[in-house]
């Protein structure tokens, strides 16, 4: 499947953006998505997971109660909100998309073959 992510750019601390990865392709088979983030000299780490049937979801602990993932599988979109931007939020942002059914996603990049080319966020003091 092919990911395209957007909604990326430079907002200020305590600002929101909301993501989104659009998939074409193999879009009618089942997928678990990811959002990941890297910081240069990082490796890329998990922001958080959605399971196919987006009934599980998961949220890293340093983004947790500011994000929501959620999913429209009649649009093949997965997004990301993120409210109360901090300044350690600015990061690349991959989506990532693995085939899976049900109630499954992964946490570790590696669980995930097909990927975006990312988009830049940048938080402001």
């Known amino acids: 499947v092919q990911l395209v992510e957007s909604g990326g750019g430079f907002v200020q601390a305590g600002g929101s953006l909301r993501l989104s990865c659009a998939a074409s392709?193999?879009?009618?088979?089942?997928?678990?998505v990811a959002w990941f983030r890297q910081t240069p000299g990082n490796e890329r780490e998990l922001v958080a997971a959605?399971?196919?049937?987006?009934?599980?979801?998961n949220t890293a602990d340093s983004v947790k109660g500011r994000t929501t993932i959620s999913r429209d599988n009649a649009k093949n979109t997965v997004y990301l909100q993120m409210n109360n931007l901090k300044v350690e939020d600015t990061a690349v942002y991959y989506c990532?998309?693995?085939?899976?059914?049900?109630?499954?996603?992964?946490?570790?990049?590696?669980?995930?073959?097909?990927w975006g080319q990312g988009t830049q966020v940048t938080v402001s003091s």
């Open positions: 990532a998309a693995e085939w899976a059914e049900g109630s499954w996603y992964g946490i570790s990049s590696s669980e995930y073959s097909d």
């Open positions: 392709g193999r879009t009618s088979s089942t997928y678990a």
């Open positions: 959605i399971s196919p049937d987006g009934g599980t979801t």
